[in-house]
């Protein structure tokens, strides 16, 4: 992890207000609402290739923003870049529409801080359900005491102030090139896939799935979600091993998020890229007899 946090409960639990409830609920609802009429417009053959095309870009722009900027970048310090890199792929992952930077990852270091236990924010633990997406109406990540060094970071702090501003330029590019059906397609059909399957890693990978690594949290390693996630579905493995910018430790664990950082790496665009060598991988290896005893 990227900084050390406190292992004992936090006092006091920061609660949501009903205003933020609120809002939370629009941004959980308002996709689903249209992924619905999505669904009608494709019965009535009333979408065509181009809102098709820029669901799956605008996916994989805000997906990647997510996995690879939010989560190991930032998160994880997984990886150093420059400034303008740096902003870009935070400005890519606010058009997902899950938080500002100091938000997202606040709340994910109080994750990996107290996983599967009483003060992890998304635990499996209150059921499927809290914890795939019943935590947002609820939780209120505390900042003062896992992101104080976010606080001190120029660029987590630009993104985070502009957050919106991105988030609503994901909507409006969509529906500039394509329409209302642009709206829909490439803007909220795609908050919505994107949504459900970030949550997925939360609720999914601490639920159902392999485990291959001795952690002290029931995550697991999803293949599906592994693919639609861009690499996070290797979840038992990132929990194993939390600062690699690699969650897919073996060859044959597709990683989408990791080939983009090699890609990055060897043009010279990243660097001090974290990686874990196989004796560390070694030791924390569950033996074949061994596996799926202690879930």
Aim: proline share 4%; with cysteine; glycine share 8%.
């Amino acid at each position: 992890m990227p900084r050390a946090v406190p292992s004992a409960p936090v006092e006091p639990q920061l609660e949501k207000s009903l205003g933020e409830k609120i809002g939370v609920l629009i941004i959980v609802v308002l996709p689903f609402l249209a992924t619905l009429y999505a669904m009608v417009m494709l019965w009535n053959r009333a979408v065509d290739w181009l809102d098709v095309t820029l669901m799956l870009v605008f996916y994989a722009i805000s997906g990647l923003g997510i996995t690879v900027g939010y989560h190991r970048m930032l998160t994880h310090k997984s990886f150093e870049t420059h400034s303008w890199l740096k902003r870009l792929f935070l400005i890519m992952g606010s058009m997902a529409f899950e938080g500002s930077p100091i938000a997202w990852a606040s709340t994910h270091i109080q994750h990996h801080a107290h996983s599967d236990g009483e003060d992890d924010p998304h635990s499996p633990l209150e059921g499927l359900i809290h914890a795939h997406m019943g935590w947002l109406f609820h939780h209120k990540e505390n900042v003062d005491v896992y992101g104080t060094w976010l606080k001190r970071d120029p660029d987590v702090v630009w993104a985070s102030r502009t957050w919106l501003l991105w988030a609503g330029l994901g909507l409006l590019i969509p529906f500039l090139i394509a329409g209302w059906s642009g709206l829909i397609w490439g803007g909220l059909v795609r908050v919505f896939l994107t949504h459900h399957v970030t949550w997925s890693v939360n609720s999914i990978c601490h639920t159902f799935g392999a485990r291959d690594y001795q952690t002290r949290d029931a995550s697991r390693n999803n293949f599906i979600v592994g693919l639609l996630a861009f690499g996070e579905g290797w979840h038992n493995n990132h929990h194993a091993f939390p600062r690699s910018a690699f969650h897919g430790l073996r060859w044959w664990q597709i990683d989408i998020s990791a080939y983009v950082i090699r890609g990055l790496e060897a043009a010279g665009l990243i660097w001090n890229v974290q990686r874990v060598k196989e004796a560390d991988l070694q030791k924390r290896v569950i033996p074949a007899s061994a596996e799926g005893m202690g879930d």
